[in-house]
């Protein structure tokens, strides 16, 4: 009986992880799609850029595109084993939700940019503490 319930544990973290953040990709997606760009798949790589980069703002109180360490978000993507051709970021602070921080990137013409780009074909998310967001898009080579 354990054995089955680890591997239902297991089965659930898989799907969580091949299905990660199912709202903020088709809220991306149907912004995408409204403005006439295909749609992009979510990656977790992505992601781990963009975690890395939020938590580290929060956790030294700072706000940029350009980390503590002089990095860029091209340099954190790579750090993920990431080869990419194209890569954008978009960050925001204060939102308490994903409505609001996709609501402010639109109104935004940078991050609107960057959301519709059709170079994208990936993208990442992740709120950090404070209300910390970031989101990576990029396209491997």
Known sequence: MRMLWLFCVFLTVMSVS???????TKALNDLRAANGAAAVD?????????????????KHG????????????????????????????????GQRDLNQVMQGWAQSPGHFSNMIN?????????EGPDRIWAMVLAAPC
């Open 18 to 24: 091949a299905a990660a953040n199912p709202a903020a």
């Open 42 to 58: 979510y990656s977790t790589t992505l992601e781990a850029a963009a975690k890395a980069h939020a938590l580290d703002m929060a």
């Open 62 to 93: 700072y706000f940029a595109h350009e980390g503590r360490n002089g990095s860029s978000v091209g340099e954190r993507v790579k750090k993920q084993q990431y080869k990419w051709c194209f890569v954008a970021e978009n960050l925001a602070k």
């Open 118 to 126: 059709e170079n994208a074909k990936e993208f990442g998310l992740f």
